[in-house]
T-cell receptor
Framework: DAGVIQSPRHEVTEMGQEVTLRCKPI?????LFWYRQTMMRGLELLIY????????DSGMPEDRFSAKMPNASFSTLKIQPSEPRDSAVYFC??????????????FGEGSRLTVL | GNSVTQMEGPVTLSEEAFLTINCTYT??????LFWYVQYPGEGLQLLLK?????DKGSNKGFEATYRKETTSFHLEKGSVQVSDSAVYFC??????????FGGGTRVLVKP
């Protein structure tokens, strides 16, 4: 079984540019999560979806960030315009609901974003 | 709301030493509890889990027991190796379906 697939693995861009990160969850999972990891703030939940519907976006830092899940097999996290403080590793994770399984999340390998 | 507190690192050990990482939680209901591990440059991997009180999760020589009375899920390993150097995250998932992580504990094992 393929795991959670994220792209790109590395992205270097200049301040002000638009950045789009992509995620393909594990087939059949009905939850999808976007996390951001930095040295200063650790692991932060940005947003999560259930059955393609955003459930909680309270972790999205500001209006420059947006996330979509147009179908069960694809999600994007977009930053426009990007700023140096957005530099981080962005992780996507997917799972079944905690009622259907023991509830563990499966993580992708992350997208490392550097904004110059 | 739900929260997870784990000991701050870094924890530095010699090979074959005993490792304990403390984790306590606050949650409504009966959450599932997890330990994830992150090796340098990689994503998070599930290390072990427990879904109800008194369950013991184990994997790769690591163990943790779900203690409802003390709301704890401490991670232990009897004899660490250099390859265990990583960041370890305690986490819980309750009925709200959001996974709540602790701050992570960096472990460095020296030969």
């Amino acid at each position: 079984d393929a795991g959670v697939i994220q792209s790109p693995r590395h992205e270097v861009t200049e301040m002000g540019q638009e950045v789009t990160l992509r995620c393909k969850p594990i087939s059949g999972h009905d939850y999808l999560f976007w996390y951001r990891q930095t040295m200063m703030r650790g692991l932060e939940l940005l947003i999560y979806f259930n059955n393609n519907v955003p459930i909680d976006d309270s972790g999205m830092p500001e209006d420059r960030f947006s996330a979509k899940m147009p179908n069960a097999s694809f999600s994007t996290l977009k930053i426009q315009p990007s700023e140096p403080r957005d530099s981080a590793v962005y992780f996507c994770a997917s799972s079944f609901s905690s009622g259907r399984s023991t509830g563990e999340l499966f993580f992708g390998e992350g997208s490392r974003l550097t904004v110059l | 709301g739900n929260s997870v507190t784990q000991m701050e690192g870094p924890v530095t050990l010699s090979e074959e030493a005993f490792l304990t990482i403390n984790c306590t939680y606050t949650a409504t209901g009966y959450p599932s509890l997890f330990w994830y591990v992150q090796y340098p440059g990689e994503g998070l991997q599930l290390l072990l889990k427990a879904t109800k009180a008194d369950d013991k999760g184990s994997n790769k020589g690591f163990e943790a027991t779900y203690r409802k009375e003390t709301t704890s899920f401490h991670l232990e390993k009897g004899s660490v190796q250099v390859s265990d150097s990583a960041v370890y995250f305690c986490a819980l998932r309750a009925a709200g379906n959001k996974l709540t992580f602790g701050g992570g504990t960096r472990v460095l094992v020296k030969p």
